[in-house]
C-alpha cells in the first residue's frame, strides 16, 4: 500500500478501470467498508495503490484490467440508466443480455428517452468519452407538440439560461410536420440532464419522444430495441487512438436477455423508420482521411 508517494493510481480510479463500478460509485463502495487493501478495509478513496497491492471487493480479489471494450446499446423506453433504483424500477442493466461482462453506461438517457446508449467495461473509457472537452456530437430525432416555425428555435441556436443554468447552443433542424407534432433533429455537445426536453420547455414546447441516433461517430443505425452489439477493438482504436487486443472479443450482435449471438443481416436497402423517415445502416461513421 502506498501512503506517502504519488506512485500508482487512486484506488477508485483502480475499481473503475477494472469494472468494478464508476468512480463515485467506488468511493461509496469504499466509504460502506466494502474494499481492502492487502487485507486491511479502508475507508477513504484518498489512497494510491500499485500492481503490488492485494486489493479486494466484497471479500473477492480484484478482476485483472481486461482490454477497454465499448458496445452500442439500443435502449427501450421505460428503463433507468442506473445500477439500482430506489423505486425498485426496471433498469438497462436488467434488460442487457447475460453473455456482456459488467459494463458501465456513457452518460444517460432518462426513462422516457430512448436510443443510443454507449456502453464500457472500462472506466477509463467511460470517463474519456463523457469529458466536454472530448468535443464528440451528440444527435437526436426529437418529437414535439405543436406546429412550429423555424424561427421559433432561434434561442436554442444561440444558447439559453434556465433557472440560473447556461445551456450551449445546439443544432436544430426542423424536419417535417407529422399531424399534431413536428420532427426535429438536434445536435448537442453537452450531456446535461433532461437538456432538451428543459430546452423545449423553455420556449413552449412539450417533447413527446426522444431518441438518440449518434454519439460522435457512433451510431444507431439498424439496431433494433434492446439489442446490443460490440464495437470492433480495431475500430475502437482508430476512432479513440486507443491500443487495444483484438483477439477474444464479439462480432456478432447479441439480443435482449436470451445471450445469443446473432449474425449481421445481409446489406439491403435501408427500411423506412417508424417515423417515415429512413434508417443508415451501420453502427459507426468512420473519420474521414486526412489529405
Given amino acids: 500500500m502506498n501512503t506517502s508517494t504519488p506512485q500508482g493510481e487512486r484506488i477508485a480510479k483502480r475499481l473503475s478501470r477494472a469494472g468494478i463500478a464508476s468512480r463515485r460509485e467506488a468511493e461509496r463502495m469504499i466509504a460502506e467498508g466494502r474494499v481492502s487493501v492487502n487485507g486491511k478495509v479502508i475507508d477513504s478513496p484518498a489512497l494510491n495503490v500499485t500492481a503490488q497491492d492485494r486489493i479486494e471487493v466484497d471479500n473477492a480479489p480484484l478482476p485483472e484490467i481486461a482490454a477497454p471494450r465499448l458496445w452500442l446499446y439500443h435502449k427501450p423506453a421505460g428503463l433507468i440508466t442506473s445500477a439500482a433504483d430506489e423505486k425498485g424500477r426496471k433498469t438497462v442493466f436488467d434488460a442487457l443480455p447475460d453473455t456482456l461482462p459488467r459494463v458501465m453506461s456513457v452518460g444517460r438517457l432518462d426513462l422516457n428517452s430512448e436510443g443510443l446508449l454507449l456502453l464500457t467495461n472500462d ?165 474521414p482521411k486526412a489529405r
Fill in 123 to 287: 472506466g477509463g473509457l467511460k470517463r474519456k468519452l463523457e469529458l466536454p472537452s472530448t468535443g464528440w456530437l451528440r444527435k437526436y430525432r426529437v418529437r414535439i407538440k405543436g406546429k412550429p416555425n423555424d424561427e421559433a428555435f432561434a434561442p436554442l441556436r444561440k444558447g439559453l439560461s434556465i433557472e440560473g443554468e447556461t445551456f450551449q447552443p445546439m443544432s436544430v433542424s426542423l424536419d417535417r410536420q407529422q399531424g399534431a407534432n413536428a420532427w426535429l433533429t438536434i445536435g448537442l455537445r453537452e450531456g446535461k440532464n433532461r437538456e432538451i426536453r428543459r430546452a423545449m420547455e423553455a420556449i413552449g414546447f412539450e417533447v413527446n419522444r426522444l431518441i438518440r441516433i449518434s454519439y460522435g461517430p457512433f451510431r444507431l443505425g439498424e439496431l433494433k430495441a434492446g439489442e446490443v452489439e460490440e464495437i470492433k477493438p480495431r475500430v475502437l482504436a482508430d476512432q479513440l487512438g486507443l491500443e487495444v487486443r483484438v483477439e477474444g472479443h464479439a462480432k456478432a450482435k447479441t439480443g435482449p436477455k436470451t445471450g445469443k449471438l446473432r449474425k449481421a443481416p445481409p446489406k439491403k436497402s435501408a427500411p423506412p423508420t417508424r417515423d417515415g423517415g429512413t434508417a443508415k445502416r451501420g453502427g459507426f461513421k468512420p473519420r
